[in-house]
């Protein structure tokens, strides 16, 4: 079974910027479509982003302009790139293959993000 590690989550100012990435225990990336997804106290895991494996990217409206998306194949990690920060953007992030999100034990424990001044 493909285990999903996220990582770079932490507390930065509105406005600021940090990098996520989604390290996978196998080569998955040249197969599968990655998403990024979130999930804040109270609402629902929404996906946010997401890359193609021919790298086609999608994203939500509410994250278009300010996130990218992008995969290292030789290193098994997919990265989001959040930049401009808001104050709605807190909240866990994961990774995971959208093919898969139906399975619950293919979820990992995410990165938490905090948008606070």
């Known amino acids: 079974q493909v285990r999903l590690v996220e990582s770079g989550g932490g507390l930065v100012r509105p406005g600021g910027s940090l990098r996520l990435s989604c390290l996978a225990s196998e080569n998955i990336f040249r197969a599968y479509t990655i998403g990024w997804y979130r999930q804040a106290p109270g609402k629902q895991r929404e996906l946010v982003a997401s890359?193609?494996?021919?790298?086609?990217?999608n994203y939500a409206d509410s994250v278009k302009g300010r996130f990218t998306v992008s995969r290292d194949n030789a290193k098994n990690t997919a990265y989001l790139q959040m930049n401009s920060l808001e104050p709605e953007d807190p909240a866990v992030y994961y990774c995971n293959r959208p093919l898969f999100a139906p399975r619950r034990d293919s979820w990992g424990q995410g990165t938490q993000v905090t948008v606070s001044s």
């Open positions: 890359i193609t494996s021919g790298g086609s990217t």
